[in-house]
T-cell receptor, first 115, second 111 residues
Framework: NAGVTQTPKFQVLKTGQSMTLQCAQD?????MSWYRQDPGMGLRLIHY???????DQGEVPNGYNVSRSTTEDFPLRLLSAAPSQTSVYFC??????????????FGSGTRLTVV | DAKTTQPPSMDCAEGRAANLPCNHS???????VYWYRQIHSQGPQYIIH???NNETNEMASLIITEDRKSSTLILPHATLRDTAVYYC????????????FGAGTILRVKS
């Protein structure tokens, strides 16, 4: 049971390049989300999904796209990388039941530097 | 979601109980209290959550006051590996499971 797997672990991009951060979970969790964490700060929600085919924006969605074609995968796309997107990105998943609460499982993160 | 207030940092001696407080005076009846921690640069780790009653698991205990306006996370026998940032989060049970992180408390366990 791998939990939440994020790839790559490290990435350096040039300004204007695009890339996709991968996130996969093998726990059959309905809910998946992406966070970014800047140095010395807490996590901020970028996008989330409550199931395949359903996505919504979080606190800081600008410059990022997501899609959810399967339950297992929730990729995050940077359309045109900017230095302000230099951050550590975490993917998380949890079971989703209306009115019920469960703990999240987080991935180990992708450290992205945009130069 | 209700806002939370936590001390920026705390120290604890190894082997002693670590008691981390959290104020959430605006919490509503449908909001849970969650605790997560983040060790160094790793992904956050779920610790425990509760609604009204005190909760205990293999990692920690959660004590929620009767008026639900504050709570305390207790690590019964802190070790050096418990040094981390601890986040107290209040979340509505209906709102799509979004989790909003604050600044948290840096807990330093010292030998």
């Amino acid at each position: 049971n791998a939990g939440v797997t994020q790839t790559p672990k490290f990435q350096v991009l040039k300004t204007g390049q695009s890339m996709t951060l991968q996130c996969a979970q093998d726990m059959n969790h309905e809910y998946m989300s992406w966070y970014r964490q800047d140095p010395g700060m807490g996590l901020r929600l970028i996008h989330y999904s409550v199931g395949a085919g359903i996505t919504d924006q979080g606190e800081v969605p600008n410059g990022y796209n997501v899609s959810r074609s399967t339950t297992e995968d929730f990729p995050l796309r940077l359309l045109s990388a900017a230095p302000s997107q230099t951050s550590v990105y975490f993917c998380a998943s949890t079971r989703y039941r209306q009115g019920r609460n469960y703990g999240y499982t987080f991935g180990s993160g992708t450290r992205l530097t945009v130069v | 979601d209700a806002k939370t207030t936590q001390p920026p940092s705390m120290d604890c001696a190894e082997g002693r109980a670590a008691n981390l407080p959290c104020n959430h005076s605006t919490i509503s009846g449908n909001e849970y209290v969650y605790w997560y921690r983040q060790i160094h640069s790793q992904g956050p780790q779920y610790i425990i959550h509760g609604l009204k009653n005190n909760e205990t698991n293999e990692m920690a205990s959660l004590i929620i006051t009767e008026d639900r306006k504050s709570s305390t996370l207790i690590l019964p026998h802190a070790t050096l590996r418990d040094t981390a940032v601890y986040y107290c989060i209040v979340r509505h049970m209906e709102y799509g499971n979004k989790l909003v992180f604050g600044a948290g408390t840096i807990l330093r366990v010292k030998s």
